[in-house]
């Protein structure tokens, strides 16, 4: 994976090493990985990066783990995902391609969530017209579309509903 640091774009290995990026290795598609700091670990400040040697960053680690529970779960889901912010303590956010579909996934059960994401992509008719997916919430999924006709960038709001949904589309709790 590529993790976008202040100190700019280096890759991280399964076993958490630092890997300097070289121009050949921009062809490789990995997910990117942002709200992440070099400044403050475990509360040292200026860690610096030190290339073939372990980062010792739990976020850094954490990044790992979510990579291997999208394994675990159904690699294809790996393909779709472009981007993993961790910037926030509670929300987890993940940036799906083609759109920059944002899905909040929140804490809690990384398997059960990425299955619900699964379900909620295999399900979904009109993709296309997602904007967001929110799974913060116990047994219940928010799809936010935008209006027909209307294409937003994943930054834009205006002209979004909200539908709080099943896999249906009807309007009606279910549970994933």
């Known amino acids: 994976m590529w993790l976008n640091l202040p100190e700019g774009l280096y890759g991280l290995s399964q076993d958490r090493e630092i890997i300097p990026l070289e121009e050949g290795d921009f062809g490789r598609d990995l997910a990117i990985v942002s709200g992440l700091s070099s400044a403050t670990v475990a509360g040292k400040r200026s860690q610096s990066l030190v290339p073939y040697k372990q980062w010792p960053n739990v976020k850094a680690k954490f990044a790992l783990k979510f990579c291997d529970a999208v394994w675990q779960v159904d690699s294809t889901l790996g393909e779709v995902i472009s981007e993993i912010n961790l910037q926030s303590e509670n929300n987890l956010v993940l940036y799906l391609i083609p759109r920059a579909i944002r899905v909040d996934m929140g804490k809690g059960s ?65 549970s994933l």
Request: hydrophobic share 25%; no cysteine.
């Open 110 to 174: 990384l398997e059960t969530k990425l299955k619900r994401l699964k379900t909620i992509l295999s399900h979904e008719e009109k993709t296309d017209q997602l904007t967001s997916i929110d799974l913060r919430f116990k047994d219940q999924v928010v799809l936010r579309r935008s209006s027909p006709g209307l294409l937003l960038s994943g930054s834009q709001n205006r002209g979004e509903q909200s539908n709080q949904t099943g896999l249906k589309g009807s309007g009606g709790k279910e």
